[in-house]
């Protein structure tokens, strides 16, 4: 997978949390159990695409292969330290 390809599916992910943010701001409606679920699922994925983009580009930049790299598991990228 190129960088284009990790870059289109953030944008895929970022508009899928953007819907869902949407209809849990509705008249009085917000999301179901579901709904929740889904928006934190879209929430992981984009932490792990991004991470998967920066490792991509810091290999890039020192000269290594890029596709050397891939996803790392959700419990790595959700433990960061900000």
Known sequence: ???SHVQARIESLVEEEHRLLAQGEGEGE???ADGH??????KVALDR???LLRQRRAREEVGLDPDG???R???T??????
């Open 1 to 3: 997978m190129d960088d």
């Open 30 to 32: 917000g999301l179901d």
């Open 37 to 42: 679920a889904r928006l934190e699922e879209v």
């Open 49 to 51: 695409y991004w991470d």
């Open 69 to 71: 790299v891939s996803t």
């Open 73 to 75: 598991d959700e419990g």
């Open 77 to 82: 990228v959700e433990d960061y330290l900000q």
